[in-house]
């Protein structure tokens, strides 16, 4: 499976609704499942964004999905994007010249 790190903010109802944390990271770990993908963790963050998640998903369309369905609740915006181990980078420079 594929690494990708989601960066989240919270929307205004999401601000006015933490009180429902628990709920809402119960649901979204749900919905990870649903759609064939893992969230392995979730960090909340100061600064620019609220919220950094580390999942792993099958594909990129997975993960588009997974990022839809979880904003499509009303309590974040995120933006997903592949990350790469060490390994993997390793392997992908093997053939650069």
């Known amino acids: 499976m ?3 790190c989601i960066l989240a903010n919270l929307t205004d109802q ?3 609704t ?3 944390l628990q709920r809402r ?3 979204a770990r749900t919905t990870f499942k649903q759609y064939g993908a893992t969230l392995e963790h ?3 963050a100061m600064g620019a964004y609220d919220y950094v998640v580390i999942a792993e998903a099958p594909d990129d369309e997975t993960i588009t999905r997974v990022s ?3 904003s499509g609740q009303g309590n974040v915006r995120t933006n997903s994007f592949r990350v790469f181990t060490e390994d993997e980078a390793l392997k992908l420079v093997e053939g650069v010249h």
Request: aromatic share 16%; net charge negative.
């Open 68 to 70: 839809l369905a979880v």
């Open 25 to 27: 990271l119960e649901n």
């Open 2 to 4: 594929a690494t990708y």
């Open 42 to 44: 979730i960090y909340f």
């Open 14 to 16: 999401g601000a006015r």
């Open 18 to 20: 933490m009180l429902d």
